[in-house]
């Protein structure tokens, strides 16, 4: 097994998934640690990998833009981020949680503000899929809103 260093982040990485990047035995170059970094420093945000690269140039000064789109898509793959596609024709990244399955999102059709919902609202229908056979891997629930100061606005 390989041994990962990831200087400075390491501390703040679930168990679980420096346990995925060791069993994908994923080599940490400086640019990737670099986009590692810019993604725990920013735990909870919807990133582009232009807003992750504008970043982690900060660190890294010579990534390029190829390098964070590899990066993010091969930490998105081992389910060390989250992947969404928010209406804006590109992806946005986050880091998950260890839990199995992403939480949900509200996106506001208006201003374009991204919310989060924490509670499992799928729960229900996810069981009664189960029950009729299916196996269930993961889910993604995105709802198209105004938010409540954009509704305001519009009347």
Same mark, same amino acid.
């Given at each position: 097994?390989?041994?990962?260093?990831?200087?400075? +982040?390491?501390?703040?990485?679930?168990?679980?998934?420096?346990?995925?990047?060791?069993?994908?035995?994923?080599?940490?170059?400086?640019?990737?640690?670099? +986009?590692?970094?810019?993604?725990?420093?920013?735990?909870?945000?919807?990133?582009?990998?232009?807003? +992750?690269?504008?970043?982690?140039?900060?660190?890294?000064?010579?990534?390029?833009?190829?390098? +964070?789109?590899?990066?993010?898509?091969?930490?998105?793959?081992?389910?060390?981020?989250?992947?969404?596609?928010?209406?804006?024709?590109? /992806?946005? /990244?986050?880091?998950?949680?260890?839990?199995?399955?992403?939480?949900?999102?509200?996106?506001?059709?208006?201003?374009?503000?991204?919310?989060?919902?924490?509670?499992?609202?799928?729960?229900?229908?996810?069981?009664?899929?189960?029950?009729?056979?299916?196996?269930?891997?993961?889910?993604?629930?995105?709802?198209?809103?105004?938010?409540?100061?954009?509704?305001?606005?519009?009347?």
């Amino acid at each position: 097994m390989i041994m990962i260093i990831i200087i400075g +982040v390491k501390k703040e990485l679930d168990p679980k998934l420096l346990d995925k990047l060791e069993k994908a035995e994923y080599r940490i170059t400086r640019q990737r640690r670099a +986009v590692m970094k810019v993604m725990y420093e920013q735990k909870g945000a919807h990133l582009s990998a232009e807003e +992750v690269l504008v970043a982690a140039r900060e660190k890294a000064p010579n990534l390029g833009i190829a390098t +964070v789109y590899r990066t993010l898509d091969r930490l998105a793959s081992m389910g060390i981020l989250y992947k969404t596609e928010f209406n804006e024709g590109k /992806y946005r /990244y986050e880091l998950a949680d260890a839990d199995l399955h992403q939480h949900h999102h509200i996106l506001c059709i208006g201003c374009g503000k991204i919310f989060e919902l924490e509670e499992r609202l799928l729960d229900t229908l996810e069981q009664q899929l189960e029950r009729e056979g299916f196996h269930i891997i993961n889910h993604q629930l995105k709802i198209l809103a105004y938010c409540p100061d954009c509704n305001k606005s519009r009347k």
